[in-house]
């Protein structure tokens, strides 16, 4: 059976599938996302806490590699094949390439029942695959519309920066790292013992809106659809790839796997905003809540599991 936390999203993509009443609250819907990164953030620094090395840059670099070149092989992909505009292709990609934190604690979760080994630096892929991803398919979109503002460019560096996501994952995993288990138990303890019942509320919520983008479920994007179910599993096998080369414990090759797979639907929304207004934010989370998400949560990450097992031999 699927882990119990991935029920309460099959839960709230029933409840919108039968047009259900039940709601959460937008207040509410924040603060458990707000917890949720949070404690990914803490979660990460207090494995980093007496572990920091500088055998972990290439790791990182390899990551961040990955999340800059993932909108570049993208983008002509959904250009030609989807046949999307340069606006919608570019903020797709940015979506791809970026990561989501959602799909990210729930490989960890995933891991951490099973008992896999996990490298105390895998909260930083977030952050390290997020802002080039962003920013590359900015870049992207910018050099073929033949702009070219510093200016402009410079207001985006500050807004993918300072979003909400990365100032709680990376500032708590810099809080986790200063404090350890030890002297952080008065508060680390309770976000702790919280996170798999935050994880399943936030994955309630995650089922109703993915419901949301699929009544009525637009068949005429068909290739778009096509896409947000392919380019997955193509995209995970890059993830495998990287992480068994570097030789990674297999619960960090799992997480990786998962990122490379998955697609944002926090950080990149907000950035393509502002950076692309000509972009449809809305085909965007079709795509990744629609279709990639839940592919992920539900039949993805036990079998890139799996499939990890096989290539290691």
Not at 131 to 160: C, D, F
Not at 266 to 276: F, K, L, V
Request: proline fraction near 5%; avoid cysteine; aromatic fraction near 8%.
């Amino acid at each position: 059976m699927p882990d119990i936390v991935v029920m309460f999203f099959l839960l709230g993509l029933l409840a919108g599938v039968v047009k259900s009443d039940l709601t959460i609250p937008k207040a509410a819907y924040d603060t458990l996302s707000l917890l949720l990164m949070l404690t990914i953030g803490l979660k990460g620094g207090m494995a980093l806490y007496g572990n920091l090395d500088w055998s972990i840059v290439p790791e990182l670099l390899a990551v961040a590699a990955i999340g800059a070149l993932i909108p570049l092989a993208l983008m002509p992909v959904l250009r030609r094949l989807v046949r999307l505009s340069a606006a919608d292709s570019a903020s797709i990609a940015a979506h791809y390439g970026s990561v989501s934190a959602g799909t990210f604690a729930v490989a960890l979760a995933f891991a951490e029942s099973r008992a896999l080994p996990i490298g105390a630096e895998v909260t930083l892929y977030l952050v390290m695959m997020e802002l080039p991803a962003i920013m590359v398919a900015i870049a992207l979109y910018r050099r073929h519309a033949g702009k070219n503002s510093s200016e402009a460019l410079q207001g985006i560096w500050h807004e993918t920066l300072t979003n909400r996501g990365v100032i709680l994952l990376a500032g708590g995993a810099v809080i986790g790292a200063m404090y350890g288990p030890a002297d952080g138990a008065n508060v680390t303890d309770l976000l702790m013992g919280a996170f798999h019942a935050v994880l399943a509320l936030f994955l309630l919520q995650m089922g109703l809106t993915a419901a949301e983008t699929l009544r009525p479920i637009p068949w005429f994007h068909w290739r778009l659809l096509t896409f947000a179910l392919v380019a997955p599993l193509l995209l995970s096998l890059v993830g495998m790839t990287v992480g068994l080369t570097l030789g990674l414990p297999s619960g960090s090759v799992l997480i990786l796997t998962a990122l490379t797979a998955s697609a944002s639907y926090i950080a990149a929304p907000a950035a393509m905003r502002t950076a692309i207004p000509k972009a449809s934010i809305g085909l965007a989370m079709l795509a990744s809540l629609g279709f990639t998400f839940p592919l992920n949560v539900i039949v993805g990450i036990p079998l890139y599991h799996h499939v990890i097992q096989w290539m290691a031999g």
